[in-house]
C-alpha cells in the first residue's frame, strides 16, 4: 500500500513538471499562423522547416553552443587546478578565498548587469559570444571548484603521492591520474556549469544588444505585433534539446556532486 | 590535516584573475558612477550619496524590500519541505525510479529564464492553455493580469516548478551520504522514523541543505526577469521585487542610480552571505568528511 501511494506521487510531480512543457512542445508541431497550404491549428513541421531556412536563427544556434562551450572549457581549465589547491592544501586566505567565490556564486546577475556591460563595452568584449562566456564564469568557476573540490577531496592523498614518486609532474599528474579517477565529477561539474551558462539571460542580453545574439535573445527577438507562436516554442523545444541530453547522461552521477563542504 | 602550502596560490591564480576581472572590476568600477550624475559616461558629475540617500529614503524601495523577503518565505516554505520529503521516499526506492524521477524533475532547471513565464503563460491562458481553460471550465474566475493574489500564485507555482530539482537533488545527495550502518545502530535501538530522520538524516543533509537553503533564498530574493515577464510588477506593483526596480533603471540608462543600487543589493547579498557563513560554521567548526 505504501509503495502504491509513492508511486502515485511520483506520478503527480512528473504530470507537474511535463504538462506545462508538453503545450510548448504541442504548440510547436502547429502553425499558427494563417499560411497558404496549411490549415492553422493542424500538425504540421512547418515551424522546425522555418528555423531551418533562417540564417538569423542557426547562427543563434551557433553562437550559443559556441559561448556555452568555450565557457565550460573555461570554468574547467582554471577550476581544476584551485580544486586542488582548496581540496589537498591549506594557505593563507584560502577561507576568504573561498568565501568570496561564495558571494558571487550567489550574486544575481541582475545586480551584476550595469557594472559588467559598462565595463565590456570599453574593451570592446560586447556582441561577442567570447563576452557571454567569459561573463558567466562570475558564477560557473565557483561552482566547477566547489564541486570538484569535493570529488578531489574523496580521492585518498596516497594516490597523488604514488603518482609524484613515479616521477609525474603536477600536470602530467592532472591529465594521466587525477583526471580519469574522478572523470564523473568531471562530467557533473559540466553539466552544471553548461545549464547555468545556457540558461542565463540578463547578462547574455545586455551583452548581445546588436549583435552575437544566443538563442535566448533570438526567441526574444520573434515577438513582435505578430508573434509566430509556433516558431517561438518550437525554438523554446530545440533550446531544451542539449540539457535534455546532458541530463540523461550524468543522470547516475547527479546527486554526488554535491556531498561537499560549503 | 591538509598540510601549509602557500605555493597552492598558484593553482588558484587563474580562477582568481577571471573572477576578478568579470566581478570585483566591474564593481569597482561602477562604484565610482554611483556617487556621479552621468548624463552620457564622458559628462560626469559629482553628486556624493545623493542617489544612495534617494534610495535609502524612499517608500518604495522598503515596499520592495518587503516583497521579496514576502516571496522568499512562501517559496522557501514551500520547496525545501517539499523537496526533503520527495528525497526521502526516493532513497526507500529503486534504482530505476531514482533516477526517473531525479531526471524528470531537473528537467526545468535546462529552461533557459526567459523562456519560463513563456511556457507557463502560455498553460495558463484561458483560450488555449490547458491549465487556463481548466480553471474557466471548473468556473474559477482566474486572472494572474489584474488579481493580485492570483499573480502571486502564478510566481510562486512558476518558480516551484522550475526549482524543485535542485532542491531535491541537493537534497537527496546528502541523503544517499549516509553509510548504511547509521540505520542499522537506528533499527537496534528501535528508532522511530521522525527520530531517524531527526538524528541522522537531517544532521547529515545539513550541508548540502544549508546550499540549497542559501541558493534558493538569493534566486527568489532577487528574482527578475520570471517575474517581470509575467505581469511586470504588476496589478498595482503587488509584484514589484527589487530587481524589477533596479531592472527599471538599468532599461532607462539611469547610470547614477542604478549603479548606486546595484551597490546596495551587492552590499545586501553580502551580508546575506556573511551571516549565512557566520551561522553555519558556528555550529560546524570543521568540515564535513568527504563522501565515499
Known amino acids: 500500500m505504501k509503495s502504491l501511494g509513492r508511486i502515485i506521487l511520483f506520478a503527480a510531480i512528473g504530470a507537474f513538471v511535463l504538462v506545462p512543457l508538453a503545450q510548448t512542445i504541442m504548440t510547436s508541431f502547429v502553425s499558427t499562423l494563417p499560411r497558404s497550404g496549411i490549415v492553422e491549428g493542424h500538425f504540421s513541421l512547418i515551424n522546425y522547416q522555418n528555423i531551418s531556412h533562417s540564417a538569423v536563427l542557426k547562427q543563434a544556434i551557433l553562437n550559443s553552443i559556441i559561448y556555452v562551450v568555450l565557457n565550460v572549457v573555461l570554468c574547467l581549465g582554471v577550476g581544476l587546478p584551485a580544486a586542488y589547491a582548496f581540496a589537498r592544501y591549506s594557505f593563507v586566505g584560502d577561507r576568504q578565498l573561498f568565501f568570496l567565490l561564495l558571494v558571487f556564486r550567489i550574486t544575481p546577475t541582475v545586480v551584476l548587469s550595469l557594472p559588467i556591460f559598462v565595463l565590456f563595452a570599453q574593451i570592446g568584449l560586447e556582441n561577442t559570444p567570447v563576452g557571454i562566456a567569459l561573463v558567466h564564469c562570475v558564477f560557473n568557476i565557483p561552482i566547477a571548484i566547489w564541486i570538484l573540490e569535493g570529488f578531489i577531496a574523496s580521492v585518498p592523498r596516497e594516490f597523488d603521492e604514488t603518482a609524484f614518486l613515479d616521477g609525474h609532474s603536477l600536470p602530467s599528474f592532472f591529465f594521466r591520474h587525477l583526471v580519469p579517477a574522478i572523470a564523473p565529477g568531471i562530467g557533473v561539474t559540466a553539466f552544471f556549469c553548461f545549464i547555468f551558462s545556457w540558461v542565463e539571460v540578463v547578462l547574455a542580453r545586455i551583452l548581445t544588444t546588436t549583435g552575437g545574439k544566443p538563442i535566448t535573445m533570438a526567441i526574444n527577438a520573434l515577438f513582435g505585433f505578430r508573434t509566430d507562436f509556433g516558431l517561438v516554442t518550437a525554438m523554446t523545444v530545440l533550446a531544451l534539446v542539449p540539457g535534455v541530453a546532458m541530463i540523461y547522461f550524468v543522470r547516475n552521477h547527479l546527486a554526488k556532486g554535491f556531498v561537499i563542504r560549503t | ?292
Open chain 2, 1 to 292: 590535516m591538509k598540510p601549509y602550502d602557500n605555493s597552492a596560490w598558484f593553482l588558484v591564480l587563474p580562477a582568481l584573475v577571471i573572477v576578478t576581472f568579470v566581478g570585483i572590476l566591474p564593481l569597482v568600477a561602477v562604484t565610482n558612477y554611483s556617487f556621479q550624475d552621468l548624463f552620457s559616461l564622458n559628462n560626469p558629475y559629482w553628486v556624493g550619496i545623493d542617489w544612495y540617500r534617494n534610495i535609502v529614503t524612499s517608500e518604495r524601495f522598503y515596499a520592495s524590500l518587503g516583497r521579496s523577503f514576502l516571496f522568499s518565505a512562501i517559496v522557501l516554505s514551500i520547496q525545501l519541505p517539499l523537496g526533503i520529503w520527495i528525497a526521502l521516499l526516493l532513497q526507500r526506492s529503486h534504482r530505476f525510479i531514482v533516477s526517473t524521477v531525479l531526471v524528470l524533475i531537473t528537467v526545468p532547471l535546462v529552461v533557459p529564464w526567459n523562456m519560463i513565464p513563456v511556457i507557463w503563460l502560455n498553460f495558463i491562458n484561458p483560450n488555449m492553455g490547458l491549465a487556463g481553460r481548466m480553471l474557466a471550465w471548473l468556473g474559477v474566475g482566474f486572472d494572474y493580469k489584474f488579481n493580485a493574489l492570483h499573480t502571486w500564485i502564478v510566481l510562486v507555482v512558476m518558480d516551484t516548478w522550475h526549482w524543485l530539482g535542485l532542491v531535491v537533488v541537493l537534497a537527496y545527495a546528502g541523503i544517499s551520504s549516509i553509510p548504511p550502518a547509521y540505520y542499522q545502530a537506528a533499527a537496534i535501538d528501535a528508532a522511530s522514523p521522525w527520530q531517524v530522520f531527526r538524528f541522522i538524516q537531517l544532521p547529515k543533509m545539513k550541508t548540502v541543505l544549508s546550499m540549497a537553503l542559501l541558493l534558493r533564498f538569493m534566486d527568489s530574493f532577487m528574482i527578475y526577469i520570471e517575474a517581470f515577464r509575467i505581469n511586470a510588477g504588476g496589478p498595482d506593483s503587488a509584484t514589484a521585487f527589487l530587481s524589477l526596480d533596479l531592472g527599471e533603471e538599468i532599461q532607462a540608462f539611469n547610470y547614477g542610480p542604478s549603479a548606486a543600487r546595484s551597490i546596495v543589493y551587492f552590499l545586501i547579498v553580502l551580508t546575506i552571505a556573511w551571516s549565512f557563513k557566520a551561522a553555519t560554521s558556528m555550529r560546524a567548526p570543521v568540515t564535513m568528511a568527504p563522501a565515499k
